[in-house]
């Protein structure tokens, strides 16, 4: 683990330490989509998942999940894919569905998406580490459609499949969009700022999603972090993971996570693409534009990245 004591301080003054002020520890679940997903810049796919794994390992999360996108094994990136998803199970991690074409329900028939869904499950079904979970690619529910939502809901439950939502959502994906792009351009980077702020920013984004649902379940929640199979998370998981724990956070199972009782809550409300936690803010009457962490933005996002990774690389 390479992060420095500042940053360390940091995180904590931004998320609170909830050891330090007696109440509950905040207890976290790890979870990457897209997999197996496409090559980066830093790793091929294979050097992906094995540096994923031992930093998982080296970090003592002992039970991630991986949502894997049964039709990216047809893709160029995909070839050793089922190799790689088992690795991650003989580490002791679990697979669910993430759909075999990754598309929005909101442009999608409902007959199709269900199709597209079951098609995915003939590959996953019955294999080790398998778990009867579905994640809405783009955590794309239908949008303003109620029905379609709920047609979809309705074919998840006939077949014995859980929505595996998310509670902390963020644009970890697009952090290593722009990296792998600076570093296929062959631009300086400063990679411990880059490390640095890839942990900051989704530390604080948990601690933004986690202060919504203290405020409107009266309770810390266990948290699902959304995060994908990206070459930044190979290089950084470790760190972030170091970051959480000093920040007062608790590294659970995923299996654990989906026992709370939110769980068993399906939002009735169009608002579901920011998770479950904002949903529930949203039922309550908190505006859609309190319930957005600044930084799932794409725009905020990379001028932090210029000023941060790029400029300090290229100052003397």
Same mark, same amino acid.
């Given at each position: 683990m390479r992060l420095l004591g500042p940053l360390l301080a940091l995180l904590i003054s931004l998320t609170g330490c909830a050891t330090a002020s007696g109440q509950a520890q905040r207890r976290i679940a #790890? @979870?990457?989509?897209? !997999?197996?997903?496409?090559?980066?810049?830093?790793?091929?796919?294979?050097?992906?998942a094995a540096?994923?794994?031992?930093?998982?390992?080296?970090?003592?999360?002992?039970?991630?999940?991986?949502?894997?996108?049964?039709g990216n094994l047809q893709g160029p990136h995909g070839v050793g894919g089922e190799a790689r998803?088992?690795?991650?199970?003989?580490a002791g991690h679990v697979i669910a569905n993430h759909?075999?074409?990754?598309?929005? #329900? @909101?442009?999608?028939? !409902?007959?199709d998406y269900v199709a597209d869904i079951d098609r995915a499950e003939e590959w996953l079904r019955g294999r080790p580490g398998y778990r009867p979970w579905f994640r809405f690619p783009f955590l794309d529910e239908g949008g303003r459609d109620a029905a379609r939502r709920d047609a979809v809901r309705a074919a998840l439950a006939e077949r014995g499949l859980?929505?595996?939502?998310?509670?902390?959502d963020n644009y970890d994906w697009h952090l290593d969009s722009i990296a792998s792009q600076a570093r296929r351009d062959g631009k300086a980077m400063d990679m411990d700022a880059l490390r640095h702020l890839y942990v900051e920013t989704l530390v604080d984004t948990a601690g933004f999603y986690d202060r919504i649902a203290v405020e409107t379940l009266g309770r810390s929640p266990a948290h699902v972090l959304l995060l994908h199979e990206t070459d930044l998370a190979a290089l950084f998981v470790d760190d972030l993971v170091a970051g959480f724990r000093?920040?007062?956070?608790?590294?659970?199972?995923?299996d654990e996570a989906y026992r709370d009782p939110i769980a068993a809550s399906e939002p009735d409300t169009w608002f579901l693409g920011e998770g479950r936690v904002s949903a529930l803010a949203h039922m309550r009457g908190r505006q859609p534009r309190s319930l957005v962490h600044p930084r799932t933005d794409e725009a905020v996002l990379s001028r932090l990245f210029e000023e941060r990774v790029l400029r300090r690389a290229s100052t003397p």
């Open positions: #790890l @979870s990457f989509d897209d !997999v197996p997903r496409h090559a980066g810049a830093f790793f091929t796919p294979d050097e992906r540096e994923l794994i031992a930093a998982l390992r080296r970090a003592r999360v002992r039970q991630a999940g991986f949502f894997v996108t049964t998803i088992a690795a991650y199970v003989r759909s075999l074409s990754h598309l929005w #329900l @909101s442009r999608t028939p !409902v007959e859980r929505n595996a939502y998310v509670t902390i000093a920040a007062g956070w608790e590294i659970i199972a995923i």
